[in-house]
């Protein structure tokens, strides 16, 4: 059922802080996400401060939705080779990085 394939995914990222996010719950495909997105609302964002990608180490990488302990080393290692990361689009050039979360990625993260 869908409606407990959403709850069950913003239960497992901590909650919902934009729509976008649903367009990863399995099975939500473009047509049923557009009719849900009409109608659905964030009543109640978590509370959630954006981390400082040129300040964050592994670990706190890593503990953020849509990442893991291999995704962070490899934007640290990129951060660390260019001396810091001045866009999100940067993140594109790193291998592993999926460009179609960028925009996900932006929510979790800040450019100071």
Same mark, same amino acid.
């Given at each position: 059922?869908?409606?407990?394939?959403?709850?069950?995914?913003?239960?497992?990222?901590?909650?919902?802080?934009?729509?976008?996010?649903?367009?990863?719950? +399995?099975? /939500?495909?473009? %047509? @049923?996400? =557009?009719?849900? *997105? #009409?109608?659905? !609302?964030?009543?109640?964002?978590? &509370?959630?401060?954006?981390?400082?990608?040129?300040?964050?180490?592994?670990?706190?990488?890593?503990?953020?939705?849509?990442?893991? +302990?291999? /995704?962070?080393? %490899? @934007?640290? =290692?990129?951060? *660390? #080779?260019?001396? !810091?990361?001045?866009?999100?689009? &940067?993140?594109?050039?790193?291998?592993?990085?999926?460009?179609?979360?960028?925009?996900?990625?932006?929510?979790?993260?800040?450019?100071?």
């Amino acid at each position: 059922m869908l409606s407990r394939r959403i709850v069950n995914y913003r239960i497992k990222i901590g909650g919902f802080l934009d729509e976008i996010q649903l367009k990863d719950v +399995y099975g /939500l495909d473009y %047509e @049923i996400r =557009d009719k849900i *997105t #009409l109608k659905f !609302r964030l009543v109640k964002k978590p &509370e959630f401060e954006r981390i400082d990608i040129n300040s964050a180490g592994v670990l706190e990488l890593s503990e953020l939705p849509y990442f893991n +302990y291999e /995704l962070a080393r %490899e @934007i640290i =290692d990129y951060r *660390t #080779l260019h001396e !810091r990361i001045n866009n999100f689009k &940067e993140l594109a050039k790193i291998e592993d990085f999926e460009a179609d979360r960028i925009d996900i990625i932006q929510l979790y993260l800040k450019i100071n």
